[in-house]
């Protein structure tokens, strides 16, 4: 019961940090000198992304944690699973609002920047991942094979980043320089952006709760299943007997 | 470590006479990379600086028909079974896989070299580094390959399963491969060197995973 209380606190404490975020981003906070009114991205786009990789992060922890024999615990595996749909929700989001941010700032919708690139290719990885989740088969055979590919796509992160920065770099000079403008983020803009990372974070927990606590549901709706199917059969044998 | 020659030499020689690699997947190859040459024109001055580009995707996607047909052949006969009855050990089975795969891949690639050379007119300079970035790569998307190929083996999907978990995560062989041949190809070869190292660093990583996971992946089912 207590553990219900603290996930919907969590649940209204993240909705209201989000609207708060929003009712400051939108209309409290001043525009920035150098972007106008598209500042009020950044109270959103950075928390995004930050969930995004702590989702990521947490799932390949939990399935480390899974294929350690002593450790071995289908409790890892769903909050795995659970973390790594609300980092693919997450890292989507972060695609968009970056698309959105990069079409007035730069002209363009997308430019082959190392971060971006990589956030696609993290975006495509964990498709593959959570498709290899959903696929039908011995619960425990799927769980391992998936904290297997949660360990390869988090290893491969840092050397796509490495790698497509190198490109970059090579390359002719970037015809779209990110860290062009400064952007000095002072007062009320600070607080908004604290409280964006803050209720995007509270809603990344809630969200993976309530998805590890669907799946948990599934699996014993699954296991009740077929002790119910298990006793009809039975009764049909004594029915004949 | 004979383990590893033992199930690779398995491997080649159920390639050698079944012959599925000679009659399908170099076939598909070389189709590939003539659709690359409809797909960008007859113009020689776009295909010859793409060529190290096309070749590096057309090895790719004949990679992942390596890998499951090197998957294909446990399936039937309970071959599958029977490799984990066997004794031998799993980091022996995972290094002999690869080590097969990255054969007929090399071989796959040698011909291919050929291809480009006389369908895009790309005039091969800096043999060297040409061959250490083949091998580089060509061990890394291996090891990969067998690993993904092990998490797709025995599901029902592991058709369209395969490539989506396999590609994105091969995308820095791409990219590095790419560019060390780009660099050998414009007559630089020394640009490639920096790239030689990742396609090492990679290599050498993914081996190193391959062989400790293989163990808990061939265990079940």
């Known amino acids: 019961m207590t553990r219900s209380r603290i996930l919907t606190t969590t649940g209204v404490l993240a909705l209201v940090g989000i609207a708060a975020t929003v009712w400051l981003g939108l209309w409290v906070t001043p525009n920035a000198v150098n972007f106008g009114d598209l500042v009020r991205l950044l109270y959103i786009h950075p928390p995004m992304a930050w969930v995004a990789f702590l989702a990521y992060g947490m799932a390949f922890l939990s399935s480390l944690g899974y294929l350690w024999r002593r450790t071995r615990d289908p409790r890892l595996d769903r909050l795995a699973g659970a973390s790594a749909e609300v980092g693919v929700v997450f890292t989507g989001l972060t695609l968009i609002t970056g698309s959105i941010w990069g079409r007035p700032t730069w002209g363009v919708w997308w430019t082959w920047d190392p971060l971006l690139t990589t956030t696609a290719l993290l975006f495509v990885l964990y498709l593959g991942y959570l498709a290899l989740r959903r696929v039908p088969g011995d619960p425990e055979v799927v769980a391992r094979r998936s904290a297997i590919a949660a360990l390869i796509a988090f290893v491969d992160v840092p050397i796509v980043y490495f790698s497509v920065s190198w490109w970059r770099s090579l390359h002719q000079a970037p015809t779209v320089d990110l860290s062009g403008r400064h952007l000095y983020v002072h007062g009320s803009m600070a607080w908004t952006l604290l409280l964006g990372f803050v209720s995007f974070t509270l809603a990344y927990a809630w969200l993976t709760a309530h998805r590890y606590r669907l799946a948990a549901l599934a699996d014993r709706e699954a296991d009740e299943g077929l002790r119910q199917a298990l006793d009809e059969r039975r009764a049909e044998g004594e029915v004949l007997v | ?221």
């Open chain 2, 1 to 221: 470590m004979r383990d590893a020659w033992l199930v690779a030499g398995k491997d080649l020689r159920i390639e050698f006479r079944s012959r599925v690699a000679v009659n399908q997947v170099i076939p598909f190859a070389a189709a590939v990379i003539l659709l690359f040459g409809l797909a960008l024109g007859p113009s020689r001055q776009v295909l010859a600086p793409a060529s190290a580009g096309l070749f590096w995707v057309a090895v790719l996607l004949s990679s992942v028909l390596v890998t499951q047909r090197s998957f294909a052949v446990e399936a039937s006969d309970g071959a599958r079974d029977a490799l984990r009855l066997s004794g031998l050990d799993p980091a022996g089975i995972f290094l002999g896989k690869a080590l097969a795969v990255a054969v007929e891949l090399l071989a796959l690639e040698a011909l291919l070299t050929f291809g480009v050379a006389v369908l895009y007119g790309a005039r091969l300079t800096g043999a060297l580094v040409l061959f250490a970035a083949c091998v580089a790569a060509t061990v890394g998307l291996a090891a990969v390959g067998i690993v993904y190929g092990a998490v797709a083996s025995g599901l029902r999907v592991r058709e369209t399963l395969l490539p989506l978990l396999f590609l994105p995560v091969a995308a820095p062989v791409l990219l590095g491969a790419t560019k060390a041949w780009d660099e050998a190809l414009k007559g630089t070869p020394s640009g490639g060197l920096g790239w030689l190292s990742l396609l090492a660093v990679f290599a050498v990583l993914y081996v190193a995973i391959g062989t400790v996971a293989f163990g808990p992946l061939l265990e079940e089912s």
